[in-house]
């Protein structure tokens, strides 16, 4: 069953403006890691950003931020000044600590910044 | 700090026939997982390799099989190509032991992109 949804095929922002991408995740492991990435028209996914299941507060690198509500199971990222260069595909994911070892990824969000 | 590595970048063959992907972790990793991504999917686990064994497969058929070398690099073998089999091949590493944390972080290397005819 799909355990990461991400309901925004695509997403358009203006440059210099904030935005949320949308996650969204179901797991009855109550010990989880879940991570965003970036994947350019180039294929490779680049690490954003991490939250853990326990972390008491929201992530944040730079320019990005997670909004972490546990009781929701949403992970929304949020890309502050965006800039023409984070256009790309953006894919939520999470491992889960007691399931197994492999990373369950969302179906992706496409980003374009707008000049 | 060398990331993660992979080879070729780009490979076309024909139904029927074996294909061999490789990958090199990124410095100070143990573990290589592998991962499909068709066009406009997200990535698929094959299955993850950790000292030199197989540790956690994803629903894939035994067409697909790897292995990790005592350096830690790994090879991703698929037999009897089908058309469906093109894709984006992502080879991910990370450091075992940290679970889920974020010390087990998976980075990601540029993929090889598969074209099967």
């Known amino acids: 069953a799909q355990k990461i949804t991400q309901t925004q095929p695509g997403m358009f922002v203006q440059e210099k403006e904030a935005v949320t991408l949308d996650c969204t995740y179901d797991?009855?492991?109550?010990?989880?890691?879940l991570f965003w990435y970036k994947q350019p028209s180039s294929g490779e996914m680049i690490f954003l950003i991490y939250?853990?299941?326990?972390?008491?507060q929201n992530a944040t690198e730079g320019r990005y931020s997670l909004n972490f509500q546990k009781a929701r199971k949403s992970a929304n990222l949020v890309i502050s000044a965006s800039q023409l260069g984070d256009s790309a595909m953006y894919f939520c994911?999470?491992?889960?600590?007691?399931?197994?070892?492999?990373?369950?990824f969302g179906a992706g969000t496409r980003l374009t910044v707008k000049p | 700090d060398a990331g993660v590595t992979q080879s070729p970048t780009h490979l076309i063959k024909t139904r029927g026939q074996q294909v061999t992907l490789r990958c090199s972790p990124k410095?100070?990793?143990?573990?290589v997982s592998w991962y499909q991504q068709a066009l406009g999917q997200g990535p698929q686990f094959i299955f993850q390799?950790?000292?030199?064994?197989?540790?956690q497969r994803g629903n894939f058929p035994d067409r697909f099989s790897g292995h990790q070398f005592p350096n830690y690099s790994s090879e991703l073998n698929v037999n009897a190509l089908l058309l469906g089999d093109s894709a984006l091949y992502l080879c991910?590493?990370?450091?075992?032991?940290?679970?889920?944390?974020?010390?087990?972080?998976?980075?990601f290397g540029p993929g090889t992109r598969l074209l099967v005819l």
């Open positions: 410095s100070g990793h143990d573990t």
């Open positions: 390799y950790y000292e030199e064994e197989e540790r």
């Open positions: 797991t009855s492991d109550p010990s989880y890691g």
């Open positions: 994911a999470m491992r889960e600590v007691y399931n197994n070892n492999d990373m369950r």
């Open positions: 939250q853990g299941s326990y972390d008491q």
């Open positions: 991910a590493s990370s450091l075992d032991g940290a679970g889920r944390t974020r010390r087990g972080t998976q980075y």
